[in-house]
């Protein structure tokens, strides 16, 4: 085979896993995905893409697939889409000699609890919290700040994100996430959560390359007690103050956590007027956030990613200066997908300035309320020159999806109506 390669260490499974390898192949250069199941990913053989099956969660191994694949044709660039395979994929380009972000900075940043005592001794906001590794630590640490948040120190996409209003809920919680011992890609996890404080201001996104602050998102959370995303606005609609103060202080979490190479991802909440950081991520955002600020802002993070890990000058340029809006279809109860599907499909896609319109499920499928991002049935991008318009085109839109959601108890009853 000629051609350099780019090794992608796993993926997400959706969205953003799909571009890295468009986007390698389009800069010249061959995607190599490096996983333990080619299945959990149909896009790979969708799109004739090359796999090698390795165990990613052992380093030994990982470097040997990676260093016979280097004995036949040269590779250029180690990346991930997916957080639960930045430490590893770091580990690796640095084993390679070739860019990335530093690994130990990575490793400090995937862990939660970590991340959250070098920022605070930073001086940079962030939620009170205690780190527990027993209920009745846990217990212990709510029991002045209710009501509070308990979730992994490890984690993604809101897994395990509760926010509990009284200490039997959080024993409960923390007795559930104690017990878990893998994540849902059979990766050991930490025997140890956090406790924080609950703050109840407006939740935004910064995304940051390298140092600068390339985009803010205005963000929407579904129903508690999940921290399900549920929408994402691109740019946020924001006083200059604020917009200078989220931005400031998502590049001096960066900095704080010795990153500075390619994308973060930084998640943050006000606190009256100061933003305070709930996590920093040390790759690409997910939620379709960057095919949001490339349709927006005309700024393409994917392939600056790429070109970042290729050792080529990468500096996002906005070249466009829309709005972007995207809704996640979720439901709060019990319900089936219905055969007429395809019609909402239309309906949605056919709302003025919906760009995409889209079901993850199929006819028939059983669905409830969503508790992480597992649980989002479908989504919604609309484009337009105000924020207001493309909000409120992906609203209509994602209401017109909706109609694809018949009740449990309705379908029952119409099956009962057929016998």
């Known amino acids: 085979m000629s051609g350099r390669l780019l090794l992608l260490v796993e993926s997400n499974t959706t969205g953003t896993g799909r571009l890295f390898a468009r986007r390698a192949a389009e800069l010249g250069v061959v995607p190599v995905l490096l996983c333990q199941d080619p299945g959990r990913y149909p896009y790979a053989a969708e799109d004739g893409l090359r796999t090698v099956v390795v165990d990613t969660s052992d380093a030994d191994r990982l470097w040997a697939a990676a260093t016979r694949l280097a004995d036949e044709t040269p590779v250029a660039g180690v990346l991930t889409s997916s957080e639960y395979y930045v430490p590893a994929a770091a580990a690796l380009a640095s084993r390679l000699g070739l860019p ?51 979730k992994p120190v490890q984690g993604s996409g809101s897994l395990g994100v509760r926010l509990c209003s009284d200490l039997d809920e959080v024993a409960e919680h923390a007795r559930a996430l104690l017990a ?113 600020v490339r349709r927006a802002c005309g700024i393409d993070l994917v392939r600056a990613q790429v070109l970042a890990a290729l050792g080529r000058t990468a500096h996002p340029e906005r070249a466009l200066y829309g709005r972007a809006s995207i809704r996640f279809l979720t439901t709060d109860r019990d319900g089936i997908l219905a055969p007429g599907l395809a019609d909402a499909v239309t309906r949605a896609g056919a709302v003025p300035g ?30 337009a020159d105000h924020p207001a318009e493309a909000a409120g085109a992906a609203d209509r839109a994602v209401e017109a999806l909706a109609g694809a959601i018949t009740p449990t108890s309705l379908a029952l009853d119409r099956q009962e109506a057929l016998t």
Not at 112 to 141: D, H, M, N, Y
Not at 193 to 221: D, M, N, R
Not at 371 to 383: E, N, P, Y
Request: aromatic share 4%; glycine share 10%; charged share 20%.
């Open 180 to 292: 878990t011992t893998t994540n849902e890609r059979g990766v050991a996890t930490p025997g140890r959560i956090l406790v924080e404080e609950y703050l109840t201001g407006a939740e935004f996104s910064v995304e940051v390359f390298g140092t600068e602050a390339v985009v803010t998102v205005a963000k929407h959370v579904g129903p508690l007690p999940a921290f399900v995303e549920v929408g994402h606005d691109v740019p946020a609609a924001l006083p200059a103050g604020l917009e200078r103060e989220l931005r400031r202080t998502a590049v001096r979490a960066v900095t704080a956590l010795g990153l500075g190479w390619g994308a973060a991802h930084v998640e943050l909440r006000l606190d009256g007027p100061a933003a305070k950081v709930i996590e920093v991520n040390p790759r690409l955002a997910g939620g379709m956030i960057p095919e949001l």
């Open 100 to 150: 990335g972000p530093a690994a130990n900075a990575v490793r400090d940043c995937r862990d939660k609890a970590e991340q959250r005592r070098i920022l605070a001794a930073a001086g940079v906001g962030v939620p009170g919290f205690a780190v527990v590794s027993t209920e009745a630590a846990a217990v212990s640490a709510a029991a002045t700040r209710l009501p509070v948040v308990v």
């Open 354 to 383: 919906v760009v995409e319109a889209v079901l993850y499920r199929a006819p028939g499928e059983p669905v409830g309320p969503a508790a992480d991002f597992r649980g989002r049935l479908g989504h919604v991008i609309a484009v």
